[in-house]
């Protein structure tokens, strides 16, 4: 058991920064549940786009903080490393939205619940690992969150095979068949950048144990 917090000067505004960015990412995924489960209607990408917004504001806050505040034991580069991961989560997210306000017509009907639901999963599994950092975590609760986060992104590889399989059974239309492609994949790195931030948080873990 260590604690981060000895080894930040203004711990607490890093630590309220990142899990405040954590927090947005998980925020940006509920709202992509919240509209696979009602496609038949308009789209608005809106709150997606606040996420993001917001997100990129804290990531601002944070590199201006680290050339502002002295660091000592905990690497600047861990801190924005870490930052950059969260960062990208909300973004991939809005652009999913983006992509199906284009063609809303050519999804309508479509269930993107299996990939929607893990990316929860995951997102709430990163913003976990986040605010354990501030209580000074040990090394054994982290490795389970983080083995947690992989056992979501092998389910989730399993599922986008399952999805190409149907997509490419050729009772698709070829149009649909792009855009969906596009949609399946976006999906997907958003597991990534969750998994990401997960390795950054896992490998501060470690080198400050």
């Known amino acids: 058991m260590f604690s981060l917090q000895r080894l930040l000067g203004k711990e607490d505004m890093f630590f309220g920064l990142l899990e405040a960015s954590a927090q947005e990412a998980h925020t940006s995924v509920q709202a992509l ?8 209607k308009p789209v608005e990408i809106e709150e997606f786009s606040r996420s993001r917004r917001k997100d990129k504001e804290i990531t601002t806050t944070i590199r201006n903080a680290l050339y502002t505040t002295f660091v000592t034991a905990l690497e600047r580069e861990d801190i924005e490393s870490l930052c950059n991961a969260l960062y990208r989560i909300p973004k991939t997210v809005e652009k999913f939205g983006e992509r199906i306000v284009l063609r809303p017509e050519l999804i309508r009907g479509v269930d993107f619940s299996k990939q929607t639901d893990l990316l929860d999963k995951a997102t709430d599994c990163v913003l976990q690992m986040v605010r354990s950092l501030r209580k000074g975590v040990n090394l054994e609760e982290i490795k389970a969150l983080n083995e947690k986060l992989q056992q979501v992104e092998g389910e989730a590889d399993k599922t986008i095979l399952d999805l190409y ?7 698709h239309d070829p149009l649909k068949v792009i855009m969906l492609k596009d949609l399946y994949e976006l999906l997907e790195k958003v597991i990534d950048r969750g998994r990401d931030a997960g390795n950054v948080i896992s490998q501060i873990v470690l080198k400050n144990s």
């Open 33 to 40: 549940v919240k509209l696979s489960k009602a496609l038949d």
């Open 165 to 171: 399989s149907d997509l490419f059974s050729g009772r």
